[in-house]
């Protein structure tokens, strides 16, 4: 069998001369800078962001390397080492959302949504990308790239909100802004918070709900994967991976329309209700039986996730915390489950990586990610990463799949001027 691949970060002294060289080439000069931003993982907590409850992200140590230059013009040029012969240019004067296609509309779209939120100093750039967060993995190379190219703009055009945390949620604010409606990406803001706050060490508690300040919304929980001996293996799956074909918006959707017919503003509402009484059990069959009776089976089930997946959240914490970690794997195990039974967004290869790896003595594997394709998680002991992600190797070359990809994620910082 081939030897499963494993993706490595790379260093920053690497990033930055790549991130260097490749604008020079292009454009015949030096950049003002180079600033880079992480992919994530998402622990525990997924498509609980829409609905304004809790995901427990971290930053990963891949990140995207991003050298920039101002301009004097609204003309905005990126290229990527993914084709680096290949020049995208765009013009911000009169954009609109939507008028910029392929992978530019993401930069492109973090300076019109700065303009758009009123910062008219924000004029054109020219940048170049290098990366190791993997593409289509459900790793957030998207964040990353939004998150690198707002800080960046940030620094180069003096806006002042890039070296605080609360003032990051401006920018965190333009890149989601920018994959909305510029990308036409469904996102519901944790992997930008994710990219932009993070800190080395911890995961962050993010708090969705609308109208918390930046305290209120997130908290540092520690994650020390050393300290219990654990190592954290994710594993890209490589299956064909697409948000932008309506499933995500569909889900989306129809958790609005069930807190609609349920008369709260969003579902994080149901949550707290079905947590604060006294057999939560109960009232969360009370709620179903009222979603059946106003819906259908389906909104029945993504209700049931939904409400569930927030409670994990900080279930996942305590337990963590407290170093029970088959508590944590089995709510690893039981999110997973969710997401398959109930959120219907795994594929094939998702729970055939995830059976694998709880066979093979995970304490507990799920999606990570907005499914349909991308990564899986998996808690292990220290040392066993590689072995576990070279069973699922052989697996799908078993079954005919894509030959999968791994890397250890660790707990790394945010999104950081580099050079």
Known sequence: MTAVEFIEPISHEDGVARAKALFAKTYGSEPEGVWAAPGRVNLIGEHTDYNAGLCLPIALPHRTFIALSPREDTRVRVVSDVAPDKVAEADLDGLAARGVDGWSAYPTGVAWALREAGFSSVQGFDAAFVSCVPLGSGLSSSAAMTCSTALALDDVYGLGYGSTDAGRVTLIDAAIKSENEMAGAST???????????????????????????????????????????????????????????????????????????????????????????????????????????????????????????????????????????TAGDLFNASHDSLRDDYEVTVPELDVAVDVARANGAYGARMTGGGFGGSIIALVDKGRGHEVAQLIADEFAKRGFHAPRALAAVAAASASREA
Do not use: W
């Not at 089930?301 to 407290?322: L, Y």
């Open 188 to 326: 519901g803001g944790l992997d930008q918070n994710a990219s932009m706050r993070c800190t080395a060490g911890h995961a962050i508690r993010l708090d969705c709900r609308p109208g918390l300040t930046p305290l209120e919304s997130v908290s540092q929980q520690e994650f020390d994967l050393d300290k219990y001996g654990l190592e954290l293996l994710v594993v890209d799956t490589q299956a064909p991976h697409q948000l932008n074909d309506g499933q995500y918006a569909q889900r989306r959707s129809t958790c609005e329309k069930a807190a609609e017919l349920l008369g709260v503003a969003n579902l994080r509402v149901i949550s707290e209700q079905v947590e604060a009484a006294d057999d939560p059990a109960a009232a969360l069959a009370d709620v179903l039986a009222k979603v059946a009776e106003l819906g259908d089976e389906t909104m029945v089930k993504r209700v049931r996730h939904v409400v569930t997946e927030i409670g994990r959240v900080d279930q996942f914490v305590a337990a963590f915390a407290a170093g029970d970690i088959k």
